[in-house]
């Protein structure tokens, strides 16, 4: 996580001690583009400079002390510190690689990095971590099964990273066999920049169940998923789908084909209208991956075993609104020892 120290400087600092500070940061910040935000007296952002913008000075000055306030860009782009959506789609285009969050008092409060972030959500997840994953042993016999290694990260870390991409930072861990391990491992989220709260579930409590462990969502909209999924779930596309439709849930599905090896017969009693031969038939299957208005937990019983297909089966009858959302990408259960391995294979062609 960027230190907001690195990439401030007081608007009375030299040119001198502007590039220093760029220095600093080429070699200790992970950043897309040399940039220092001008903060004033108190510390509200007046402006930007680049390493550009100082070589330009110099060109004209030929003065290494002329103070950073006069010659930073004060026409600059920057977003409101809020819980809202932001599209990063307009920046792209103009190629914006940083972008500064600001507060009421324009203090910079954090900032987002185009060229890493896909995009910048405003939802909490949780993510469904307490299985014992007996189909997997001996591979669980010692860990639990979202820490199994693939590639060089954990499974569920390449969830915990993707959700990271999409400006997701608050997330909570549902844990029960082998909790701690995950626990000790991921702590509070601090070193990933993020936030990590854990629900301990004494019991199983399903796949939605454990969610009413929770006292306060703070964010209008929720995501649920599982822990044991490798994909590259596009999170953008099912927000957009779920607020532009103004749905009650969201679930990501993938393709499922089913090749029927016989003729199959249209009948009408006992006659055959017609037949097709060796049809194949393609379905829509749950992935796993729910985003839905956060009121609902209000309809889970509280501390009782569910599951979020309950869920979606009474807002069904009711006549809420569920859509579903192709995942475009790749998708993986990893539930067997053959499922394991596929996704093995498959991530060694990850560069």
């Not at 110099?58 to 290494?64: E, G, R, T």
């Not at 596009?234 to 029927?260: C, I």
């Not at 209208?273 to 509280?302: C, D, Q, R, V, W």
Request: glycine share 6%; charged share 25%; aromatic share 10%.
């Amino acid at each position: 996580m960027i230190k907001l120290e690195h990439i401030t400087i007081h608007k009375n600092k030299t040119l001198l001690e502007g590039l220093e500070l760029l220095n600093k940061i080429l070699y200790v910040e992970n950043i897309s583009r040399l940039i220092l935000f001008v903060i004033d007296d108190n510390k509200a952002v007046i402006g930007t400079i680049t390493d550009g913008d100082i070589r330009r000075a110099l060109v004209k000055s030929k003065s290494l002390d002329v103070k950073i306030g006069t010659i930073c860009n004060k026409d600059f782009h920057f977003e409101w510190y809020t819980n809202g959506y932001i599209d990063l789609s307009k920046y792209r285009k103009i190629d914006i690689k940083i972008i500064p969050l600001l507060n009421k008092e324009k203090c910079l409060v954090d900032i987002i990095d185009v060229s890493k972030q896909q995009a910048s959500l405003p939802l909490e997840c949780v993510i469904m971590a307490g299985g014992r994953g007996k189909r997997l042993s001996p591979f669980t016999d010692s860990l639990p099964k979202p820490m199994l290694p693939l590639g060089d990260k954990t499974i569920i870390e390449h969830n915990i990273d993707r959700l990271i991409s999409f400006g997701i930072k608050k997330i909570y861990i549902s844990i029960n066999y082998l909790g701690e391990i995950i626990e000790a491992n991921f702590g509070d989220g601090s070193s990933k920049g993020i936030d990590i709260e854990y629900i301990r579930e004494d019991e199983p409590l399903g796949t939605a169940g454990a969610l009413t462990l929770v006292d306060n969502y703070k964010s209008e909209h929720l995501l649920l998923m599982n822990s044991d999924l490798f994909t590259d779930v596009n999170f953008e596309d099912l927000y957009l789908d779920l607020v532009n439709n103004n749905a009650d849930m969201v679930v990501a599905s993938t393709q499922y084909k089913v090749d029927v090896p016989f003729a199959i017969f249209e009948t009408e009693a006992r006659q055959v209208k017609s037949f097709k031969e060796k049809p194949s038939y393609i379905y829509h299957s749950n992935a796993g991956i729910y985003m839905f208005k956060t009121a609902l937990i209000s309809k889970i019983p509280k501390n009782q075993f569910y599951n979020i297909t309950d869920l979606m089966e009474e807002l069904v009858n009711e006549g809420a609104k569920l859509i579903h959302n192709p995942i475009l990408g790749y998708w993986m259960d990893i539930g067997t020892p053959s499922d394991y391995k596929r996704a093995q294979e498959f991530i060694k062609h990850f560069s």
